[in-house]
């Protein structure tokens, strides 16, 4: 019983710290192109945050609880110290990004956590095939939204412009719209981050886990998440409100296509590798290169050091709970 409540109290502070850093990948670049200001951005994330991790987050949730390590083979109670390891270890290195202001990948952290709470109990059997397909979703995620935002953006300057010039106003709306449609997306793909080894450990139902993810996405946006929509708003390269609309575009149209393909892939990535594409429209001056190689090194540390921490976390609640 007490294990219980202490996977679902740390399912919701994977949740809190998933809003806390993820949810700037939906409305920093409005905040940054000076559209929306930080409390509307805020608004906006969390309500659409949680519709979309309860209306379309069931699919993503299924890979993250049994896809990696197959938590509904194990045995009760190890299964839930695999669940408690893997949060609370994925959260720890989250909320020292979040601190840090710096955007990282809340899939990266816990499929990481996932891996090491598996590497450490050793009497399983990783699901190499998934976490390699998962792997490859990562590489490709920033490519493609880079390269879709690159092209987007050309079309949108050298043939709609010309003929239908917008104004700046009108690009405020739509870059509302983009991003209402990527906190939805982001919702519908990250909820599984927060959740999913609980369904997987079989604590709560997929629609239970839905909702309860949802929610604390929602707090954690309210609460913290300003913090790193500074940094994806104006810290990668001055983004015009027509810019941040093309960058959220093609961020949520990649998340999109995983979600339904129940693959997990970094809302992170989709966006910043976006902001990226259309940056390097105006050239490469245009594009912080400090930055951009500070958030790329904090991509590559994420995974190992979240399943390093989930590592040393699980075997010390395997030498108390098991």
Known sequence: MILTALVLLAGIYMGWNLGANDGANSMGTAVGARVRTVREAVILVAVFGFLGATIYGRGVIKTIGRGIVPLDELSGNVSLVVALAAMFGASLWLQIASYLKIPVSTTHSTVGAVAGAGLAYGNVTLQWGRLVEVVVAWLVTPLGAGLLAYILYQILRRLILPRWPLEDRTFGWL??????????TWGSNDVANATGVMVGAGVLSSTQAALLGGVAIAAGV???????METVGSGITSLQPAMAFIAELAAALNVHIYTALGIPVSTTHAIVGAIVGVGLVHGRAAVNAKTGRDIMIAWGAT???AGIVTFILFKLFQAVFL
């Open 303 to 305: 995974p190992v050091a």
């Open 175 to 184: 870059l509302t719209a983009s991003g209402i449609y990527m906190a939805f």
């Open 222 to 228: 309210a609460m913290w998440g300003p913090r790193v």
